[in-house]
T-cell receptor
Framework: DARVTQTPRHKVTEMGQEVTMRCQPI?????VFWYRQTMMQGLELLAY????????DSGMPKDRFSAEMPDATLATLKIQPSEPRDSAVYFC????????????????FGPGTRLTVL | DQQVKQNSPSLSVQEGRISILNCDYT??????FLWYKKYPAEGPTFLIS?????DKNEDGRFTVFLNKSAKHLSLHIVPSQPGDSAVYFC??????????FGTGTRLQVTL
């Protein structure tokens, strides 16, 4: 039963602390996405990777957010320093995209990390 | 600016009746549209999609309609069931992989 896993599921931290969220994409998927869900904006794309290379991180506040894929089985999203306005649910998703473009599979989402910054 | 809009934050429908969820988009470069369903404390799951070369796609109780000239799509659920109660997100893409999502519509199916 292939699925995207995310850790931690919940995180409560104080303003100014570093937060790291981890994602294990589905084995064989070549594209990984990070989204943030807020009431006002719905699901916002923060960044995404193809074959571990960052393709687009324009949705991310660059001064405090960073996203990496150290290897094909791990994607990380880091916030340093965290602020109360970062409180949201962060989702990771993975998918398989042909080299010529177009999905083979749709995006599969993990269960999310609920972040609360006090 | 919201390129994908779901103007109804919530919808309540009686069991057995039709649920119609609407979505509007502004970017004419979008050529592939998807609906995702989300239960509380879970990630969104793919429901149904439609390419811009079609105006209708059906999968069981779920049908998506696309009106390109109006930049509008809708999801019909017939008949609605209590298990359909969830948040539904409309999404669109024009670059084959990067999705732009709407803000979601919470559907409540009542007995």
């Amino acid at each position: 039963d292939a699925r995207v896993t995310q850790t931690p599921r919940h995180k409560v931290t104080e303003m100014g602390q570093e937060v790291t969220m981890r994602c294990q994409p589905i084995l064989g998927h070549n594209t990984v996405f990070w989204y943030r869900q807020t009431m006002m904006q719905g699901l916002e794309l923060l960044a995404y990777f193809r074959n571990r290379a960052p393709l687009d991180d324009s949705g991310m506040p660059k001064d405090r957010f960073s996203a990496e894929m150290p290897d094909a089985t791990l994607a990380t999203l880091k916030i340093q320093p965290s602020e109360p306005r970062d409180s949201a649910v962060y989702f990771c998703a993975s998918g398989l995209v042909w080299t010529s473009g177009g999905f083979v599979d749709e995006q599969f989402f993990g269960p999310g990390t609920r972040l609360t910054v006090l | 600016d919201q390129q994908v809009k779901q103007n109804s934050p919530s919808l309540s429908v009686q069991e057995g009746r039709i649920s119609i969820l609407n979505c509007d988009y502004t970017n004419s470069m979008f050529d592939y549209f998807l609906w995702y369903k989300k239960y509380p404390a879970e990630g969104p799951t793919f429901l149904i999609s439609i390419s811009s070369i079609k105006d209708k796609n059906e999968d069981g109780r779920f049908t998506v309609f696309l009106n390109k000239s109006a930049k509008h799509l809708s999801l019909h659920i017939v008949p609605s069931q209590p298990g359909d109660s969830a948040v539904y997100f409309c999404a669109a893409t024009g670059t084959a992989s990067k999705l732009t999502f709407g803000t979601g519509t919470r559907l409540q199916v009542t007995l």
